[in-house]
């Protein structure tokens, strides 16, 4: 009886079968119905309208931005870059100074978007930017995928959740990277100045050269260089050339406090360094090791980008590979495997699943609802394995892909 129940799961999670449009749909309803659920218990439970009720301001995260871009406006743009300022900046803000440090780690150019935000109050500018955001994303991501039910897909997406909770800036680079790959065939300068923007998390434009350059696409990489010129010379004359060094001070706290140390908790980052570290391996060792495996990644993402494939299969390998290559991928930035998985399901549903390839999609897009607390609890990194798990399945796409003609590589429509 227990054989005979393992086989039949095995041939259900390589088949795939179990994932019909109908339980789709019921499992988006039920996640939505949450989610509604679950923000308004957030900000009713809030005990000021600002910090909830374990004491953390409202979409944590986007605290940082937004009392970042205040303590720019009023104290200028190096006070951001000092952490007794900026903790003390926080705790006028709070009126609280047993609060938890919330420090600006962005470069400067993320300055011009998040002083303006910090010109409204903080209740306003917290949903507006995340609404304005998701809006942007999910356009951009279905425009890519030509997939009808993306829409939805993205906003029942648990990481979708979590990026609104946490106030991060996610959907931002989810709509520059879906905007860049829209546009890079017909309009490769648009496609490589959107590109250049994501300069502002600059940890997930690591392989964007890669793919660019195999894939050669000149004009891209060309418009990309000149989109990062153009911001690093408007920081500097806007805010001074200090601002360079400080940000660099900056990142060496990031590096040693946050990623390191981990002050992010480890369980939550879904990267082979936090993977490592969370096992008990020394940094060293673990960045070592990390960095072999990127390279890996970056040399496998080259020849995919350099094959005669389907555009979508190249699309979604350079968004799970620039997850992968950074070493540092919190589980809210995981709403960027999401457009991945849209592309890879038209695939599929066009070419035919093969094994596990369904329930690879599955684990990716459900991921970050359970895997930081399965590693807390496990030491297994799920958030990793279901990230490896997705470029698994486009590596052997790219495998078995025979090489077909440049036209047929196009996005098409694709129902649902």
Known sequence: MITARRTTILRQLKSGDYLTRERIRAAAAILLAGYAIALAAIVTTSPDGMLDFRGIPLGSDF???????KLAAEQGALAVYDPQLNFEF???????????????????????????????????????????TLA???????????????????????AAFITVTHGQAGFLIGALFAGALVTLDRRPLIAGALFGLIAI?????????????????????????????????????????DIWAAFLAKTEFARTIVLEAG????????????????????????????????????????????????????YAGLLVACVLATPYAIEYDMILLVPAILLLWSLGAEQGFRPFEKSALAF??????????????????AGLLSVAALYAVI??????????????????????
């Open 63 to 69: 605290f940082a931005f937004w009392s970042g871009g």
């Open 90 to 132: 926080q705790a006028q803000i709070l009126k609280d100074r047993n609060i938890l440090y919330l420090p600006f780690l962005h470069p400067p150019q993320f300055l011009f978007l998040a002083i303006p935000l910090a010109e409204f109050p903080y209740l306003v500018s917290w949903p507006f930017f995340s609404l304005v």
């Open 364 to 381: 990716a897009w459900a991921a970050p609802i359970f895997a930081s607390q399965l590693a807390a609890a496990t030491l297994v990194p």
């Open 136 to 158: 942007a994303f999910a356009a951009g991501a279905t425009a890519l995928s030509r997939f009808r039910a993306a829409p939805l897909v993205i906003l029942a997406a648990p």
């Open 395 to 416: 590596e052997a796409r790219r495998r078995a892909a025979a090489p077909v003609p440049a036209a047929a590589g196009a996005v098409r429509p694709i129902a649902p």
């Open 263 to 314: 002050a992010a908790k480890w369980q939550t980052n879904f990267t082979m360094f936090a993977a490592l570290r969370l096992l008990g391996l020394g940094a060293p060792a673990a960045y070592a090791l990390h960095a072999a495996f990127a390279i890996l990644v970056a040399a496998s993402l080259a020849l995919l980008w350099r094959a005669k494939t389907d555009h979508r299969l190249k």
């Open 201 to 241: 998390k600059p940890q997930y434009g690591l392989l964007i050269p890669i793919a660019l350059a195999a894939g050669g696409h000149w004009r891209a990489i060309a418009a990309a260089a000149v989109t990062v010129c153009i911001q690093i010379i408007a920081t500097t004359l806007a805010f001074g050339p």
